[in-house]
């Protein structure tokens, strides 16, 4: 992906990035055996690692891609390939995003696409965090939540009289909290009782974007250290801010806070459209994040400004928009 020219610079289009949760065994085959492209990450990924990561995203067992050190590389690798899918089909590259944006781990694929990192770095360091999330999960146990049907300020009132945390704020009707297992279990029975409509348990392993992850951070700022930053080439949204990370002192900045911070994706999709973004294209496994920009798309604040929201998972979807962009 080439940096953004003069002719360029009113591109409309996004490229967002799936978070942790989306894997799924088998995700990204149809690609490695149709697309050179494609191949081309997955035996890069695999040469990088020094471990035939691939075979487990394909082949299970989904006991082990589960696990956070496996599933954040997995779904990372099988992002890229389907941007590479999509840019192998498109053939002149006819999509120029304006901006980039990832859900937490998503945010590490947006680096790579920005060419902040390279690839091998940029999986090495993933793998890394990973790593480290997984023994902060075993260091100190906790839990997320999904709540549903409350407000912002509520559930903040919910969370200080329980100690847990908002960790995500998704849109629409959905915001998540982390924590201690006892402090979240406090934090659903109480939101129950103030409003919300429904609470889900997450099947994650940790707390994660919450101070149980503080045990991450100084591994997490040695990795970057041994890693070469460049100024991304396309802007990133940030999670912890939603504000453009535009350097590489930035990103590297976001990169520490946003591990125990609040993911503030509701807000980062509405900076989005307010710049003038009008489509979105949702790069992996999954379509999680095309369905909540959906949803704060359909919200009064944008109702005004309709967006066009658009998957790329398999080898048809990957043609599909390239298809739409060769046809303008």
């Not at 409309?12 to 081309?40: H, I, N, R």
């Not at 590479?84 to 990832?102: I, N, R, T, Y």
């Not at 700022?221 to 041994?226: K, L, S, T, V």
Request: some cysteine; overall charge negative.
């Amino acid at each position: 992906m080439e940096a953004t020219t003069d002719s360029q610079e009113f591109s409309k289009t996004a490229y967002v990035f799936p978070g942790q949760g989306s894997q799924f065994v088998g995700m990204g085959l149809e690609l490695y055996k149709s697309s050179a492209a494609a191949k081309d990450v997955f035996d890069e990924v695999d040469e990088v690692l020094g471990s035939p990561l691939s075979r487990m995203i394909f082949q299970g067992p989904e006991e082990d891609l589960q696990k956070t050190v496996n599933s954040q590389p997995a779904i990372m690798a099988t992002s890229l390939a389907c941007l590479k899918a999509m840019e192998e089909a498109d053939g002149e590259l006819k999509h120029h995003p304006a901006a980039l944006a990832g859900h937490s781990l998503g945010e590490y694929t947006s680096l790579v696409v920005s060419k902040s990192v390279s690839l091998g770095d940029g999986m090495r360091l993933v793998r890394e965090r990973g790593r480290l999330m997984q023994e902060a999960c075993e260091q100190r146990p906790g839990s997320m939540a999904a709540i549903l049907g409350l407000d912002e300020g509520t559930l903040e009132e919910v969370c200080m009289e329980t100690g847990a945390q908002i960790a995500n704020i998704n849109g629409g009707d959905q915001i998540v909290i982390s924590g201690d297992r006892l402090c979240v279990a406090r934090a659903v029975d109480l939101a129950s009782i103030r409003g919300a409509k429904k609470a889900i348990p997450l099947a994650v392993s940790g707390a994660f974007h919450s101070s149980l992850m503080s045990f991450a951070q100084q591994g997490l700022a040695a990795a970057i250290r041994d890693i070469e930053f460049r100024d991304p080439v396309i802007p990133i949204i940030a999670n912890a801010t939603s504000t453009p990370l535009t350097s590489a002192q930035m990103v590297k900045d976001e990169l520490l806070t946003q591990l125990c911070s609040c993911v503030q994706w509701k807000q980062s999709v509405g900076r989005m459209i307010e710049s003038g973004i009008s489509e979105f294209i949702e790069f992996g496994p999954g379509r999680v994040l095309g369905g909540l920009i959906k949803r704060i798309s359909a919200t009064p604040d944008y109702r005004d400004r309709p967006v066009g929201i658009r998957n790329v998972g398999d080898l048809d979807s990957a043609r599909k928009v390239a298809g739409a962009a060769a046809l303008g």
